[in-house]
């Protein structure tokens, strides 16, 4: 074999071996929290307040988790108390993340930017609310958007608001 040519196969093993599949460079591993829904109460009367609980969790400790979202909620509810949590470092509101609040927005979506340190395997964010029409409202995995770093809840969860029943009214004394 002449030098050229055994330069061009020793060229050709090498680009070979460069470009086979082996393994990945490892990187920092993206953590995720998990995601639970539940309404306080499976049925209430028409105007009560009842709440809509979001619970993350780490799964990860001790790394620290950043996850954001948004929900939209159902267009007869009405946010009385607004929304509260229990995440140190969160953020719950009515305006998308990082938008100036010039532009109004309808308030059936709350944004949430979150964190879950080391020291927080779990936390809450509580969106109250109370619908002046009678009917089953249901929050799903498909009314969150904007999702990062956050497993999503497998199912619905629902409330039903209805007008109460005639003889479970207290009449003022």
């Known amino acids: 074999m002449t030098r050229p040519r055994l330069l061009c196969s020793l060229f050709a093993a090498a680009l070979t ?28 009367a028409v105007n009560s307040t009842r709440a809509l609980v979001y619970t ?10 950043y996850p954001t979202f948004a929900v939209t909620m159902p267009l007869a509810f009405s ?23 010039s532009t ?8 949430v ?4 340190t080391a020291a927080t395997p779990s936390c809450t964010i509580t969106i109250t ?5 009678e009917g089953t409202f249901s929050t799903c995995p498909t009314d969150i958007s904007g999702y990062a770093r956050v497993i999503l809840p497998p199912g619905c969860t629902s409330i039903r608001f209805a007008v109460a029943h005639p003889a479970r009214v207290v009449s003022p004394s």
């Open 56 to 65: 993350l969790y780490n799964n990860s400790t001790p790394t620290t988790i």
């Open 129 to 133: 609310v109370t619908s002046a029409t």
């Open 113 to 116: 930017d979150g964190q879950l």
């Open 104 to 111: 109004a927005l309808p308030y059936t979506t709350w944004y």
């Open 17 to 44: 071996v460069s470009l086979a599949p082996g393994a990945a460079q490892a990187g920092p591993a993206v953590t995720y929290a998990t995601m639970a829904h539940q309404y306080n109460a499976t049925a209430a």
């Open 79 to 101: 946010f009385p108390n607004g929304a509260s949590t229990t995440c140190p470092g969160t953020s719950v509101t009515t305006s998308p993340l990082y938008r100036s609040g």
